[in-house]
């Protein structure tokens, strides 16, 4: 174990003390994946269940958006441990509102959605600061660990948290399950508070609008297309399974176990991938998914689908150990959050477009053209940073030539 690239993580004085309360968030967020839209069931009247479904899980997250463009110029020189307080602290209190008017009888769908709105405004400021803590206590050799457990404890829970949240939802009722995890994040926002030392003198605040430099800016597009590219999965896999395969939502269930398998397994493995760019992960995503686009069985594409997961586990590990050594610390939470606010508004995008596209084409050739799709987007990346960097190199060369870049 001390030989493991994790062992410096989960001894780091800071880390060690904040890990288990960002566990204890992680199951919790991970039961509100079921709680959130059971809730909005039962609230919503029978005609327009499918919408109000909908609203209240696009108002979990994508309000985070918002949050990270508008706020930048109140947040951006808050300490890491501060963001991602402020987030748990909104989180717990929006949600524990939410449970409280329930008991009171006056939660409508039009209030449920809007405390929900409320509760993901500094979700991306809260992400954010997650990583900037990372880049602000842990040395520069240890950040891609450190990230990698934070992705991994998010994995571990979705597939942990949903059978949960399901078996306290029969027992009790959803609200029970979002007090739960409002109390989960009131259990976080106190470990911030208790467990990060008090920050010095804040750094300089930097400029209102961070420039991105042609590299990130590359970065941030790539990931938006390859996580566009994803979300028409969320529609396509579902009709798959039921028309195509003529199988029961239990195999549904099946396929995204797997994929959380893979991806705790793609997690645990992520740091000993160092400084892995980002095409090799989408082609092989893309690869790996391609199976379920050709109409392979099961018995093909539930172990293609877990490759997948393993994977997809160390994308945004590898993106934020990447921003982390590369930008200064007091642009780190403005660019963090803007690289939040993309992820946040890609998929649901994907998946909005899903719909129409599986209507023209049906479910099966929509799981190949999202493949296909990015398969090309990860080769045109490996082609543009190949190209960039034999440009660099004969850049490099004349000038160290000149003796201007003393070795």
């Known amino acids: 174990m001390?030989?493991?690239?994790?062992?410096?993580?989960?001894?780091?004085?800071?880390?060690?003390?904040?890990?288990?309360?960002?566990?204890?968030?992680?199951?919790?967020?991970?039961?509100?994946?079921?709680?959130?839209?059971?809730?909005?069931?039962?609230?919503?009247?029978?005609?327009?269940?499918?919408?109000?479904?909908?609203?209240?899980?696009?108002?979990?997250?994508?309000?985070?958006?918002?949050?990270?463009?508008?706020?930048?110029?109140?947040?951006?020189?808050?300490?890491?441990?501060?963001?991602?307080?402020?987030?748990?602290?909104?989180?717990?209190?929006?949600?524990?509102?939410?449970?409280?008017?329930?008991?009171?009888?006056?939660?409508?769908?039009?209030?449920?959605?809007?405390?929900?709105?409320?509760?993901s405004?500094?979700?991306?400021?809260?992400?954010?600061?997650?990583?900037?803590?990372?880049?602000?206590s842990v040395p520069q050799e240890h950040h891609l660990a450190a990230n990698s457990v934070m992705g991994t404890l998010s994995e571990a829970a979705a597939l942990a948290g949903p059978p949960l949240a399901g078996l306290l939802i029969g027992w009790t009722n959803a609200a029970v399950v979002l007090a739960i995890d409002a109390a989960s994040f009131a259990v976080l926002a106190l470990t911030y508070r208790l467990a990060v030392p008090e920050p010095g003198d804040a750094p300089p605040a930097g400029p209102a609008r961070v420039r991105l430099g042609r590299d990130k800016s590359g970065l941030l597009l790539v990931t938006f297309a390859f996580f566009l590219l994803f979300g028409p999965f969320y529609v396509a896999l579902p009709?798959?399974?039921?028309?195509?395969?003529?199988?029961?939502?239990?195999?549904?269930?099946?396929?995204?176990?797997?994929?959380?398998?893979?991806?705790?397994?793609?997690?645990?493995?992520?740091?000993?991938?160092?400084?892995?760019?980002?095409?090799?992960?989408?082609v092989a995503f893309?690869?790996?998914?391609?199976?379920?686009?050709?109409?392979?069985?099961?018995?093909?594409?539930?172990?293609?689908?877990?490759?997948a997961g393993l994977?997809?586990?160390?994308?945004?590990?590898?993106?934020?150990?990447?921003?982390?050594?590369?930008?200064?610390?007091?642009?780190?939470?403005?660019?963090?959050a803007a690289f939040g606010s993309i992820t946040v508004i890609a998929v649901p995008l994907g998946t909005a477009a899903g719909g129409p596209l599986v209507t023209a084409v049906g479910a099966e050739r929509t799981l190949l053209l999202s493949a296909l799709a990015m398969l090309a987007l990860g080769l045109v990346t490996a082609a543009v940073s190949g190209g960039r960097?034999?440009?660099?190199?004969?850049?490099?060369?004349?000038?160290?030539?000149?003796e201007e870049f003393p070795v």
């Not at 391609?290 to 539930?302: C, K, T």
């Not at 994977?311 to 963090?336: D, I, N």
């Not at 960097?389 to 000149?402: C, D, G, I, Y």
């Open 121 to 136: 405004l500094l979700a991306a400021w809260g992400s954010a600061g997650r990583y900037t803590l990372i880049a602000q």
């Open 2 to 119: 001390r030989f493991s690239p994790y062992w410096p993580v989960v001894t780091h004085p800071v880390l060690r003390r904040v890990l288990p309360g960002i566990a204890v968030s992680a199951l919790g967020d991970g039961m509100s994946l079921v709680a959130v839209s059971w809730l909005a069931l039962q609230l919503a009247p029978e005609s327009a269940r499918g919408a109000w479904v909908a609203a209240a899980v696009a108002a979990y997250s994508l309000p985070s958006a918002l949050g990270g463009a508008v706020l930048g110029r109140y947040l951006r020189h808050r300490p890491g441990a501060q963001l991602a307080g402020w987030n748990a602290i909104l989180r717990a209190s929006a949600l524990a509102a939410i449970v409280l008017v329930h008991a009171a009888g006056a939660l409508s769908p039009g209030v449920y959605v809007a405390l929900l709105a409320v509760s």
């Open 239 to 282: 009709l798959h399974v039921a028309d195509d395969l003529h199988a029961s939502a239990t195999l549904l269930g099946v396929f995204y176990t797997v994929f959380g398998a893979g991806a705790v397994v793609g997690g645990l493995a992520t740091p000993y991938v160092r400084r892995l760019p980002p095409w090799p992960v989408i």
């Open 286 to 307: 893309a690869l790996a998914v391609l199976p379920l686009g050709l109409g392979a069985p099961p018995a093909v594409s539930l172990p293609a689908f877990a490759l």
């Open 311 to 336: 994977c997809w586990a160390p994308y945004m590990p590898v993106m934020m150990a990447l921003f982390q050594r590369t930008t200064p610390p007091e642009r780190l939470p403005q660019l963090l």
């Open 389 to 402: 960097l034999r440009l660099r190199e004969r850049r490099v060369r004349p000038a160290q030539s000149r």
